[in-house]
C-alpha cells in the first residue's frame, strides 16, 4: 500500500510557474515508477510526466515538454513535478500516481495508488 499527497497547486497568472509536490508513504517508494496526471473539467484524465524508479528516465506528453520537469527525492518519499510558463489550458486538478514497478507509463490503467489532488488555477 502507498498513500500519495500531494500540495504546491494555487492560482497564479499565465506565465508563471508552480511547484507540486507528492509526498509518499507506505511500500517501499524508490520502488516505484511515479506519474503525474491531471483532469480539467469535462474532460477525461491526461498524463503529464513520469519517471523511473532511479529518476534515470523521464517521460512526458508533448503538450507540456519543455515547460514541466519531474523529478524525485528518494530519501525524501517525494517525487516533484516543476512547471514552468504556465498556459490557462494548464488548468486542471494534478494528480500523482504510483505503480508499483519501476518502469515508466503514461497509461492510465498501469497506475495502482493516486493521491486526492491538487488544483492548478491559471488566469490569462
Known amino acids: 500500500q502507498v498513500q500519495l499527497v500531494e500540495s504546491g497547486g494555487g492560482l497564479v497568472q499565465a506565465g508563471g510557474s508552480l511547484r507540486l509536490s507528492c509526498a509518499a508513504s507506505?511500500?517501499?517508494?524508490?520502488?516505484?515508477?511515479m506519474g503525474w496526471f491531471r483532469q480539467a473539467p469535462g474532460n477525461e484524465r491526461e498524463f503529464v510526466a513520469a519517471?523511473?524508479?532511479?529518476?534515470?528516465?523521464?517521460y512526458y506528453a508533448d503538450s507540456v515538454k519543455g515547460r514541466f520537469t519531474i523529478s524525485r527525492d528518494n530519501a525524501k518519499n517525494t517525487v516533484y513535478l516543476q512547471t514552468n510558463s504556465l498556459k490557462p489550458e494548464d488548468t486542471a486538478v494534478y494528480y500523482c500516481?504510483?505503480?508499483?514497478?519501476?518502469?515508466?507509463?503514461?497509461?492510465?490503467?498501469?497506475?495502482?495508488?493516486w493521491g486526492q489532488g491538487t488544483q492548478v488555477t491559471i488566469s490569462s
Open positions: 519517471i523511473s524508479w532511479s529518476g534515470g528516465f523521464t
Open positions: 507506505g511500500r517501499t517508494f524508490s520502488n516505484c515508477a
Open positions: 500516481a504510483a505503480r508499483i514497478v519501476g518502469a515508466v507509463s503514461k497509461r492510465f490503467n498501469d497506475y495502482i495508488y
